[in-house]
T-cell receptor
Framework: KQEVTQIPAALSVPEGENLVLNCSFT??????LQWFRQDPGKGLTSLLL???SQREQTSGRLNASLDKSSGRSTLYIAASQPGDSATYLC?????????WGAGTKLIIKP | NAGVTQTPKFRVLKTGQSMTLLCAQD?????MYWYRQDPGMGLRLIHY???????AKGEVPDGYNVSRLKKQNFLLGLESAAPSQTSVYFC?????????????FGPGTRLTVT
């Protein structure tokens, strides 16, 4: 059974720092991996989608990598800003559904 | 283009009451999903649909029913609400299955069962 883990559960860093969020999964037979952002009381916004054949995807200050063989993905955020404060979730596509991690709550201190 | 919308945004039910949550999408997507999100946990799939008139069970289907009579709408029903169903419910849609396409999410419905 696929399990997705995100570490740390919470992270607080000063504004301007570069940071890395981690996502690990137990079954490497995935179709793709997505990173989402969730603001308090709001829905989910898709940030990046990495197909199983890809190694990384970039969007602005965000870069996500995927290493299927080791069951790991990282989300790199460059030059963090207070507006980046949110919960970040990763989800892997396995068969017909997405399997989700519990998220990392990120706080960027001004 | 409204994307994915959910009705209502908030609801409080008493144990044993019933209700229906409505999800609508205007992107002509084939696949639609209902998830629940509980504190400290990731989202869990309740039911999903691969097209108009079809539905299937997800990871946690017990206590819920769904219908997809129109392509753009996906309804989630609770026949007899229980406190364990207190959660935030998210609807999502995608052009096809999750193998290659992003899922687009609604804003969520916060349900409390007392």
């Amino acid at each position: 059974k696929q399990e997705v883990t995100q570490i740390p559960a919470a992270l607080s860093v000063p504004e301007g720092e570069n940071l890395v969020l981690n996502c690990s999964f137990t079954d490497s037979a995935i179709y793709n991996l997505q990173w989402f952002r969730q603001d308090p009381g709001k829905g989910l916004t898709s940030l990046l989608l990495i197909q199983s054949s890809q190694r990384e995807q970039t969007s602005g200050r965000l870069n996500a990598s995927l290493d299927k063989s080791s069951g790991r993905s990282t989300l790199y955020i460059a030059a963090s800003q207070p507006g980046d404060s949110a919960t970040y979730l990763c989800a892997v596509s396995s068969n017909y559904q997405l399997i989700w991690g519990a998220g990392t709550k990120l706080i960027i201190k001004p | 283009n409204a994307g994915v919308t959910q009705t209502p945004k908030f609801r409080v039910l008493k144990t044993g009451q019933s209700m229906t949550l409505l999800c609508a999408q205007d992107m002509n997507h084939e696949y639609m999903y209902w998830y629940r999100q509980d504190p400290g946990m990731g989202l869990r799939l309740i039911h999903y649909s691969v097209g108009e008139g079809t539905t299937a069970k997800g990871e946690v289907p017990d206590g819920y029913n769904v219908s997809r009579l129109k392509k753009q709408n996906f309804l989630l029903g609770l026949e007899s609400a229980a406190p364990s169903q207190t959660s935030v419910y998210f609807c999502a849609s995608s052009p096809s299955g999750t193998s290659g396409y992003e899922q687009y999410f609604g804003p969520g419905t916060r349900l409390t069962v007392t």
